[in-house]
Structure formats: structure tokens, C-alpha cells
């Protein structure tokens, strides 16, 4: 009895939200249950892109001072950098270049092999990047770098819109 009343109050609480939204918003059609798929993967490139930027600008940092040491947090860097990139992929999935807020351009999904080359050619340089850190070679590292960089902007120019830096 009592756990089927805890029951009824776990019920209650968890679709109290749910009537609360529907109120705000008479004569609307309710939300959908399951999230829109091109809103959420909009969602997911823009935060992976700015935790590729988080990772990117300390390593570049260290790429322009020759005096700087490759310490184990920017290995660790490094190898965020270059597992961001695995998953990078699974933000382009869903057609999304007209959610409101995308910078992504319809050429993603128009122009789908190119994007896929400069997608494979981000990974491979992080990758290498992150072998050269693994075996405490900054200096490769440094000079490794400019083509890592090369890769963000070459897909940008063809596949983002324009955006302030
Ligand atoms: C294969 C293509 C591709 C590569 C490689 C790539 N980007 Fe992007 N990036 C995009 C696209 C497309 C967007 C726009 C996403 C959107 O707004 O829907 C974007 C957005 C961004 C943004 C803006 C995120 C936001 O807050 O909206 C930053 C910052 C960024 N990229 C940094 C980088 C850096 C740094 C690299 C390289 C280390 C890189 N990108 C590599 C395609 C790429």
C-alpha cells in the first residue's frame, strides 16, 4: 500500500512538468516525446567544436613558444584533441544546416565524400599529433602542428559560414 501510493506520487511528480509545459503554451501541439534529432545533433557538433577549440588554443600556444615544455597536461591535451575528433563524425549525421542557430552549410550533406576526406584528414593529423606528444617529442610536435591547424580551416572555408573569430 504504501509503495504503491510512493508509486502514484513518482507519477505524479514526473508528469507535473510535462502539464506545466503544456500550460504555458495553449494551443500549441505538445512537445514531441522522443527530442528533434536535427536540433539535438546541431546541440552536439557546436559544444564538441568548442571543446575542440578548448583543447586547441594551449596546444597552439605551446606550438609558438620554443621555450615552452611539453608537459603531461598538454599530452593529455593532445590526446583529448585527437579522441574529439573520432566522434566528430556523429555531429553530421542528421541533415541540420537549417536549424535556426547552424553554421553548417548544406554542402555537408550535399557534397558528403569531401566532407567524409576532410573529416578523415582531421583525425589522421590529431592522431599522429597525439603520437608524437605520447612519445615527448615536442619538437615534431611543434612542427607537426601548422598541418593539424590546416585541417580546421580547410573544411571550414568550404562547409561553415561565415563566423566572427
Ligand atoms: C570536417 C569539418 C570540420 C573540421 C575538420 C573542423 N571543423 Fe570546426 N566546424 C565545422 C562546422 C561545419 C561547424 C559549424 C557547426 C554548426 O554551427 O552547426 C564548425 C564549428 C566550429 C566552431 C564554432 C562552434 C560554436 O560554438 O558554434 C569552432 C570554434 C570550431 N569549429 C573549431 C574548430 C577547430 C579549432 C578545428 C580544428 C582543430 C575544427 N573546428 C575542425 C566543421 C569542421
Redesign the pocket.
Known amino acids: 500500500m504504501k509503495l504503491a501510493a510512493s508509486f502514484a506520487f513518482i507519477a505524479v511528480a514526473l508528469l507535473l512538468p510535462l502539464a506545466a509545459q503544456s500550460q504555458q503554451e495553449p494551443g500549441r501541439p505538445s512537445q514531441p516525446v522522443q527530442p528533434d534529432p536535427a536540433a539535438e545533433s ?1 546541440k552536439m ?2 559544444g564538441l ?2 571543446a ?2 578548448w583543447q ?1 588554443a594551449p596546444i597552439a600556444a605551446f606550438a609558438r613558444d620554443r621555450s615552452a615544455e611539453l608537459t603531461p597536461e598538454l599530452v593529455g591535451r593532445i590526446r583529448f ?1 585527437a579522441n574529439l575528433a573520432e566522434i ?1 563524425p556523429q555531429g553530421f549525421v542528421e541533415p541540420s544546416a537549417d536549424v535556426e542557430g ?3 552549410l548544406p554542402a ?1 550533406w550535399e557534397q558528403r565524400e569531401e ?1 567524409a576526406r ?2 578523415h584528414n ?1 583525425q589522421a593529423e590529431t592522431a599522429r599529433l597525439a603520437e608524437l606528444a605520447a612519445a615527448g617529442q615536442g619538437n615534431e610536435v611543434r612542427g607537426h602542428f601548422a598541418r ?2 590546416e ?2 580551416s580547410a ?2 572555408e568550404t ?2 559560414r561565415e ?1 566572427p573569430r
Request: contains cysteine; glycine residues 0%.
Open positions: 546541431v557538433r557546436q567544436m568548442a575542440v577549440r586547441f584533441l566528430a547552424s553554421n553548417a555537408v566532407f576532410l573529416m582531421f593539424v591547424a585541417t580546421c573544411c571550414h562547409f561553415r563566423m
